[in-house]
């Protein structure tokens, strides 16, 4: 049986248990199904594990999609291992990564210290080049998390995601696997709003992820 994998990640310094939930919803575990994926792999934090558990008992009483679940906390030593399980290989098809969009939070910025708003995943995402949905979390405050998503959506590095919707973003990310940009991008193409990729990610940079 070839393997599909849809890793999601929902960040290590702010809580984003409504992303968690949302994966894990019979909906979006129907899409998945729907979309031959067998295996949902998650980055839940800490405190996935009750989520996970509960979750998953609420999910068993509706019909089984036959899509294998795991999840873990944190990785110190980075998602790149996971994000490449979503690449097509021998037995595996291409999958999808669904990521926070950061924490974008100031006051959460270790002093000194700045990275741009969920680096360690949109980034490293792009890099490996695989389908990505970018799901900003809106009840934060003070960020531009909806403003980089819909950036890099407007541009064809990624899918836009909500958190109601989630199911019709993953149909999207198969329409971008077709056409998706290869990062990093050109930044003389025309650009309405005169700032450009590159700069819409130097503005989120000093958001920790």
Known sequence: MVQRVCFVTIGATA??????????????LQALRALNYTSL?????????KILEEECVTSAK???????ITGFDFNRHGL???????????????????????????????????NPAGSGSILDALRIE?????????????????ELA?????????????LNDL????TESETL????????????GADPSGRGLAGVMDEEMGFYD
């Open 62 to 68: 509706a019909p089984s999609y036959g899509i294998e």
């Open 167 to 170: 199911a019709v973003a993953l």
């Open 130 to 146: 695989v389908p990505l949905i970018v799901v900003p979390n809106s009840s934060l405050l003070h960020n531009h998390q909806v």
């Open 80 to 114: 790149g291992q996971e994000m490449w399980c979503c690449k097509a290989g021998e037995g595996r098809a291409e999958g999808v990564v669904i990521s926070h969009a950061g924490t974008a939070n100031p006051d959460q910025i270790p002093s000194g210290q700045t």
């Open 177 to 188: 696997r077709k056409k998706r940009q290869v990062w990093p991008p050109d930044n003389h």
């Open 15 to 28: 809580a984003f248990d409504q992303l968690l939930k949302a994966v894990l919803t019979p909906d979006f």
């Open 41 to 49: 792999s998650l980055q839940y934090g800490k405190n996935g594990a």
């Open 150 to 162: 819909e950036e890099l959506a407007r541009q064809g590095y990624v899918v836009h995601g909500r």
